[in-house]
C-alpha cells in the first residue's frame, strides 16, 4: 500500500557525517528551557513590539498619507496591508536564508533592511513611493527578522515551548499600545516624515536582537573539536551526498557535484598544508588562498542550505506529503482574516448602533487587544501542562473564536459586544500554539520551513481577507456577511483538521490488515 501520510520521523534531511554523529549519545545543551533560553524570549519579545506592534499601529501614519497625498482610503490602506502581508508571505523564502545563513545572520539582515524601508519612506512624494519602500522594502526587513525570532523560541524550549511562545508574542500587543502612542506623539512633535526617520532609527535595535539568537549546539567540548577537525572532510563529502539526495528532482547533477567537490577539496587541501607547513611563498598567496577557502565553504554551505530548502518543498520527503500539515495550511488561509476582520468593521458597528460614546471611552478593538495579551500567556501555560494535550487546546480555542466570530453581528448592545470581543481577544491568543502545533507536527529541525509555509498563508489571509470583506459590503450593505461568509470558511479550515488526525490513525491498522491478507 502506498504511504500517504509522512510523520515527523519520515521527513529527514541528513548530510554527510551528521547521520554519525546523531546516532552517538548527545548531551543535552545545559540552555534548554533556562539560562540562555530566556534571553532568546526577550530577543523574541522585543521583536514583535517592533515588527508586529509597529504594524498594528500604522493607523496613525495611514491618516497622515491621507492628508499628505490626497489619495483614496482603498489605495492608501494598501501601504499598511502590504507592509503586513509581505511580512508573513516571503516566509518560505526566509527559510531558505535560515537554511544557509542561519537565524542570527538572517535577523541582523532584516533589521538592516527593516530599518533602511522607514528611512526611505521619509522621502515619499506618492502613495505608489510607499508601496516600494515601505510596503516590500520594510514588508521583507520584518519577515527576515519575525520569522527567526519564532523559530529561536522553538529550538531553544521543550517542556516549556508553548508558554515561551505566549510570552514572547505577547510583545503584539504590548507594541500596539506602545507604537500607537509613540507614532502619535512623534507625528504631532514632529511630523510623520521625521517620525519615520527616528522610527527607522529604533529599528535598528532590531540587529541587536539579531545578535543575541546565538545558535544552540548540542555538541559536547570533544565533539566539537572532533568536527572541526574533520570539517573539511566532511564538507567535501556533503556535497557528494547533496548530489544523490537532489539527482531525483533534477535540480543538480551528480558529475557537476563531483566535480565541485574536487575543487573544493583541492583548495581546502591546499591550505591546510600551507597552515600546517607554515611554508609560505608570500603573504599574497595565503591571503589569496584564504579567500579561496571561505568561497569554497560558503559556497558547500549554500548549496546545501539550498538542497535542505528545496527538498522540503519539492523533494520526495516533501512537507506537502504530512497531510495534517497540509489541512493546517488550508485552515491558516482562513484563519488570520477572521482575527483581522473585527478590528475593520467594529467601529462601523458601533455607529451603526449608537454606541460611539460608550466605545469612545473604552474602544472594543482595545478589549480584544488587551485580553489577547493575558489569552496568549494563559494558553500557553495550560498547553505545558503534561495532562493537557496542546492540539486539544488550539483546536478549542478556534472554535470558540469561530463561534464568537459567527455571533457578533447579532450582538446589540455595548455590554453585549464587550463580552464576545473578550472572548476573541482571549480565544485567538492560540496565535502563540503555532509554532508548537508546527513543531509537533515536522519536528524542530523543519520548523523554519514549515512555520514559513503557515505564515505565508497567514500573510495572503491577512492581504486579501479585509477588501474581500469589503467587497462583500459593498454589494450588500451590511457587515453582518462579512462575518458570516468568513466564520463558514474558518469553520471549513477547523473541519479539514478535525478529519486529518483520523487518517493518521487508521493507517496502521490498515497495513497490519495487509500484513495479515499476506
Known amino acids: 500500500m502506498k504511504k500517504t501520510y509522512a510523520s515527523r520521523e519520515d521527513i529527514g534531511y541528513d548530510f554527510g557525517d551528521d547521520s554519525k554523529v546523531g546516532s552517538k549519545p548527545i548531551k543535552s545543551n545545559s540552555n534548554i528551557d533556562r539560562g540562555w533560553a530566556w534571553m532568546i524570549v526577550l530577543s523574541s519579545f522585543l521583536a514583535h513590539i517592533l515588527i508586529m506592534g509597529s504594524q498594528m499601529a500604522l493607523g496613525i501614519l495611514n491618516t497622515e498619507w491621507l492628508e499628505e497625498f490626497n489619495q483614496s482610503r482603498g489605495l492608501t490602506a494598501w501601504v499598511s496591508s502590504l507592509s503586513i502581508g509581505i511580512t508573513l508571505i516571503v516566509g518560505p523564502f526566509i527559510g531558505l536564508f535560515i537554511s544557509m545563513c542561519g ?44 520569522l527567526p525570532a519564532v523559530v529561536m523560541v522553538g529550538q531553544y524550549f521543550q517542556k516549556r515551548r508553548a508558554l515561551a511562545q505566549g510570552l514572547s508574542t505577547t510583545g503584539t500587543g504590548f507594541g500596539a499600545f506602545l507604537m500607537t502612542a509613540l ?12 517620525t519615520m ?17 546565538r545558535p544552540l549546539s548540542h555538541k559536547g567540548v570533544s565533539e566539537k573539536y572532533v568536527l572541526r577537525s574533520n570539517s573539511e572532510d566532511n564538507q567535501a563529502k556533503a556535497l557528494s551526498h547533496l548530489a544523490e539526495t537532489i539527482k531525483p528532482n533534477g535540480v543538480l547533477s551528480e558529475e557537476l557535484e563531483k566535480k565541485a567537490a574536487a575543487a573544493n577539496e583541492e583548495v581546502l587541501d591546499s591550505v591546510q598544508q600551507i597552515e ?30 539550498f538542497a535542505v530548502w528545496y527538498s522540503s518543498y519539492f523533494g520526495a520527503a516533501s512537507l506537502f506529503t504530512n497531510r495534517v500539515f497540509v ?66 487546546v488550539f483546536l478549542i480555542a478556534n472554535f470558540t473564536l469561530v463561534t464568537c466570530i459567527l455571533s457578533l453581528p447579532l450582538m446589540q448592545t455595548y455590554l453585549s459586544l464587550g463580552v464576545v470581543c473578550a472572548l476573541i481577544g482571549f480565544s485567538s491568543g492560540y ?12 519536528g524542530s529541525k523543519h520548523l523554519a520551513n514549515a512555520y514559513g509555509i503557515i505564515i505565508c498563508a497567514n500573510g495572503i489571509s491577512a492581504l486579501f481577507g479585509p477588501p474581500f470583506a469589503g467587497w462583500i459590503y459593498d454589494i450588500t450593505h451590511k457587515y453582518d456577511f462579512s462575518f458570516y461568509i468568513s466564520g463558514l470558511l474558518y469553520m471549513m479550515g477547523i473541519i479539514f483538521l478535525l478529519i486529518q488526525p483520523c487518517i493518521k490513525k487508521k493507517q496502521p491498522r490498515e497495513k497490519s490488515a495487509e500484513g495479515a491478507k499476506v
Open 103 to 146: 537565524c542570527r545572520k538572517t535577523a541582523i539582515i532584516g533589521g538592516i533592511l527593516n530599518a533602511l524601508g522607514w528611512i526611505l519612506s521619509a522621502y515619499a512624494s506618492s502613495v505608489h513611493y510607499l508601496f516600494l519602500t515601505f510596503g516590500v522594502t520594510a514588508g521583507v526587513g520584518s519577515g527576515m527578522v519575525y
Open 183 to 194: 507614532l502619535k506623539y512623534l507625528c504631532i512633535e514632529f511630523g510623520w516624515r521625521n
Open 197 to 213: 526617520f527616528i522610527q527607522g532609527a529604533i529599528c535598528l535595535n532590531l540587529c541587536v536582537c539579531g545578535t543575541l539568537m
Open 276 to 305: 600546517i607547513g607554515g611554508k609560505c611563498r608570500s603573504g599574497r598567496a595565503v591571503y589569496s588562498l584564504g579567500i579561496l577557502k571561505r568561497v569554497s565553504q560558503l559556497t558547500v554551505a549554500v548549496r546545501k542550505g
Open 327 to 392: 489541512a493546517f495550511i488550508i485552515w491558516a488561509l482562513f484563519a488570520y482574516s477572521s482575527f483581522v476582520i473585527p478590528f475593520i468593521h467594529l467601529p462601523e458597528i458601533v455607529k451603526q448602533y449608537n454606541l460611539s460614546s460608550q466605545n469612545n471611552t473604552f474602544p472594543l478593538t482595545s478589549i480584544i487587544a488587551v485580553v489577547h495579551i493575558f489569552g496568549k500567556v494563559i494558553l500557553g501555560i495550560i498547553s505545558d501542562l503534561p495532562c493537557i494535550s496542546t492540539w486539544n
Open 431 to 442: 496565535f502563540s500554539l503555532m509554532p508548537v502545533v508546527t513543531e509537533d507536527l515536522v
